[in-house]
């Protein structure tokens, strides 16, 4: 938890500050889009009521699963959790971006699917759901067209009802709430806190995902365009929005949204290795080196974007940047020990024989542990982060 506390205090903070003479600093605006290069599909764009949209068949077997006496007299927030361990015990995680109709009506689907039957069960008992990013073990879903897709982990807080103080923060009001996570046996370190607005977001970012991978950038385009409305300064639909315009040829575009991206977002692993890539292309050398910099410095514990940039880094044989990206990625994530061989492939690269002979023998150290001995491993590194 301690990544959102400081986000607290400074919200705090500038509330008990607003009569200061000092002016908060203006963000800009979402730079233009050039729609004129897109066939819009906004009319095949699902709502967000739509995602969460329960079918009557739905409704009424939760219904009667609350009525039941036994669970009548629980709280809400208990109801929800009951309702949806006993109607997932055979979810199959397929790995695909259904509706909360959907997901339950096949009994699988994705994290972020999961998160979205919670959100859509927890609304129709009235429940207050929040969402926190959980990150866990890089795993690479999908390569293709220079794609990288990852898996995603997100858990889902039931806060119980608390009429008396229906307008308190629920970080802050006291209420005991339940914590609903499929993945509990994943090696999750906890990520920070995000509303509904993000997780919106995060909805359209997936399915928008799904279309890049597709090649369909037009209706990519409007996938990003639906969640931008939700949150504009969200980094996957900033970089995937400049990253649609660079294929239509607008690289104009491409550069504003990178550039206002890394001035709203504190999320930057991705867009300055996007823009890197950006201006590598267009020969712009200078300011190619000056990102690549920025991106070298950078101390972010995100751990997907380090691991796969570095893997980027050892397939065009920049071997001296694989090794200082695999080396941010395992120092959050020491535990994951095919990390341990890449980073001794890029070591052995520059002719450090030594340093590569001491990551291999910590990657067989880590492999030949059994699973759970891995797990109690990162547990007590998260432990001693705290």
């Known amino acids: 938890m301690r990544r959102i506390l400081p986000t607290l205090v400074l919200l705090l903070t500038s509330a008990c500050s607003s009569s200061s003479d000092h002016k908060r600093p203006v963000k800009p605006d979402f730079p233009q889009t050039n729609q004129q290069l897109f066939s819009e599909k906004i009319a095949q764009v699902p709502s967000i009521n739509s995602l969460i949209s329960l079918t009557p068949v739905q409704i009424l077997d939760i219904q009667r699963f609350v009525g039941r006496e036994e669970i009548a007299e629980l709280p809400k927030n208990k109801q929800v959790y009951e309702y949806l361990s006993k109607n997932l015990v055979n979810f199959n995680y397929e790995g695909e971006n259904y509706s909360a109709s959907l997901a339950m ?48 982990h997100v858990r889902t807080f039931l806060y119980e009802e608390d009429t008396d103080q229906p307008s308190k923060s629920f970080f802050f009001s006291g209420r005991s709430y339940l914590v609903l996570d499929y993945f509990p046996g994943r090696y999750d370190r906890p990520g920070k806190i995000i509303d509904e607005n993000q997780f919106v977001a995060m909805l359209y970012r997936n399915l928008a995902a799904d279309a890049l991978l597709n090649d369909d950038l037009d209706y990519a385009y409007s996938l990003l365009t639906s969640g931008i409305r939700y949150d504009e300064e969200y980094a996957p639909l900033i970089s995937m929005m400049a990253i649609i315009h660079r294929r239509k040829g607008d690289v104009a575009t491409a550069d504003k949204l990178y550039r206002y991206g890394l001035e709203v977002t504190d999320s930057k692993i991705s867009l300055l290795s996007n823009y890197h890539y950006l201006l590598s292309k267009q020969g712009n050398t200078l300011q190619a080196a000056g990102i690549k910099q920025q991106l070298l410095a950078l101390e ?87």
């Not at 609304?123 to 897709?149: C, D, H, R, S």
């Open 300 to 386: 972010d514990t995100s751990p997907y974007d380090w691991y796969l940039i570095g893997q980027d880094s050892l397939h065009t044989g920049d071997f001296k940047s694989a090794e200082i990206y695999l080396s941010k990625f395992l120092k959050n994530t020491p535990y994951y020990h095919q990390a341990y061989f890449d980073l001794a492939r890029a070591q052995f690269a520059q002719g450090k024989q030594a340093l590569a002979a001491s990551s291999i023998k910590q990657a067989i150290e880590i492999a030949e542990l059994s699973k759970s001995q891995r797990r109690y491993k990162a547990k007590l590194l998260w432990l001693q982060q705290m």
């Open 105 to 152: 009506d096949k009994q699988g689907g994705n994290c972020m699917s999961l998160a979205l039957l919670t959100y859509a069960v927890a609304k129709q008992l009235g429940v207050k759901a929040v969402f926190q990013v959980m990150y866990t073990e890089p795993m690479l879903l999908e390569v293709t067209a220079n794609l990288a897709v990852t898996s995603d």
